[in-house]
C-alpha cells in the first residue's frame, strides 16, 4: 500500500463568492413610485375625460330643453287639430246623411217644407219673440 499515490496539486484556498447584497430597499421604492406613478395618471386621465363628458352634457342640456319646449307646442297643436278634424268630421257625416237632407237644405236655402207652417210667436207688447218653423 505503498503505491505511489498521484500528486495532488497545492491546495488554494477556495476564494468566497462575494455576496452582494441587493438594495432590495431601492427596488421596492422604485416599484412604489412607479405604481404611485401610474395611479397617478389614471386619476388625471379619468379626470380629463370626467371634463369632457360634463362639458358636453352641458351644451346638450339647452338643446335638449329647446327641443321639450318644441315637443310640448307640438302636441298642444295636435290637440286642437284633433278637435278640429272631429268637428268637420261630424259635420261631414251629418251633410251626407240621407235623413238629415231636409233639415240641411232649410238652414242653407231658406226654404221650407210645403207641409211646414212658420209660427211667430209675439210679446203682447207686439214684439216678435221668435219665429220657427213647425209641421202639422
Known sequence: MNAIQPSRPPLQPIQKRRVIPRPKR????????????????????????SAAAISALMQLLPYH????????????????????????????????????????????????????????LMDQDGKEIEASNSSP
Open 26 to 49: 431601492h427596488l421596492r421604492q422604485r416599484s412604489y413610485q412607479v405604481m404611485a406613478m401610474e395611479s397617478t395618471v389614471k386619476i388625471v386621465v379619468n379626470f380629463a375625460i
Open 65 to 120: 330643453w329647446s327641443q321639450q319646449d318644441k315637443l310640448r307646442e307640438i302636441r298642444t297643436e295636435v290637440k286642437l287639430t284633433e278637435g278640429r278634424v272631429n268637428s268637420l268630421q261630424a259635420e261631414f257625416s251629418r251633410n251626407f246623411d240621407p235623413s238629415q237632407t231636409k233639415s240641411i237644405m232649410q238652414e242653407q236655402g231658406y226654404r221650407f217644407d210645403p207641409n211646414q207652417r212658420q209660427i211667430v
